[in-house]
């Protein structure tokens, strides 16, 4: 995940090509949920 620009209202990240936005059957960890757990470790938030 490239992390375009941030800041306390706004998070803008480059979505590489095949990269999945939305939890499909997959299993695979989409770009919604990678964003949370960065936001939840930057800032230290539980959820």
Known sequence: ?????EDNH???VNKSPGEIVQGDKT???PLSEIVKDYLKEKYNKPG
């Open 1 to 5: 995940m490239t992390i375009l620009y």
């Open 27 to 29: 299993g695979d960890k």
């Open 10 to 12: 706004l998070i803008v």
